[in-house]
């Protein structure tokens, strides 16, 4: 596609509950990564994907969150047992060629967890 | 952590030139800088970047010091959609993009 797509744009689970959120990058883009951004905050940095290295997870602010891509494309970031603190808005941004372009940024997952 | 330093707001009139500055003052050889904006509700949009000469596309300019210790955003000519938060960033071309607090801006009418 012609931008990076998130989905679901909103989700909205229960104290407790797993969810699972995806990121389509610009195909051919080779880095990746995930922040979050609680209301009315500045964006933090989650997990970087960089093509086949390992990835950069020092963000991630517990073990009930963890993120994977699958074939260099698809990101799928998972957080376990959700809390209420986990609500936000969830980015995605791709890049390619040493970022000479900037990062593309999806619009987001909202995550309300009630 | 950041490792720039922006004001944490500024106004601008409608149709005036908008200079945003940051400070980056450990900024190293391999490192450039990137500009960054954030209209409400949406993802952040990348503006331009630059690494020690000074840089222009359609939506902005950058000038960088000739230490490489601060450097200027300028919106040539404001207009009420770039009411925004505006993140100066330093990384190098493959690193990890830390924003820091940004400068609110505001573009009056």
């Known amino acids: 596609g012609a931008g990076v797509s998130q989905s679901p744009s909103n989700k909205v689970t229960e104290k407790g509950k797993d969810v699972e959120l995806r990121c389509d990058p610009i195909s051919g883009h080779t880095a990746l990564y995930w922040y979050r951004q609680s209301l009315g905050q500045g964006l933090e940095f989650l997990i970087y994907?960089?093509?086949?290295?390992?990835?950069?997870k020092s963000g991630l602010p517990s073990d009930r969150f963890s993120a994977e891509r699958t074939g260099g494309s698809v990101s799928t970031l998972t957080i376990q047992r959700t809390q209420q603190e986990d609500s936000a808005v969830y980015l995605c941004?791709?890049?390619?060629?040493?970022?000479?372009?900037?990062?593309?940024f999806g619009s987001g997952t909202r995550l309300t967890v009630v | 952590d950041a490792k720039t330093t922006q004001p944490p707001s500024m106004d601008c009139a409608e149709g005036r030139a908008a200079n945003l500055p940051c400070n980056h003052s450990?900024?190293?050889?391999?490192?450039?800088v990137y500009w960054y904006r954030q209209i409400h509700s949406q993802g952040p949009q990348y503006i331009i970047h630059g690494l020690k000469n000074n840089e222009t596309n359609e939506m902005a300019s950058l000038i960088i010091t000739e230490d490489r210790k601060s450097s200027t955003l300028i919106l040539p000519h404001a207009t009420l959609r770039d009411t925004a938060v505006y993140y100066c960033i330093e990384t190098d071309s493959w690193g990890k993009l830390q924003f820091g607090a940004g400068t609110q801006v505001v573009v009056t009418p």
């Open positions: 994907f960089q093509g086949n290295s390992a990835p950069d």
């Open positions: 450990t900024i190293s050889g391999n490192e450039y």
């Open positions: 941004a791709s890049s390619s060629d040493r970022g000479s372009h900037g990062y593309t």
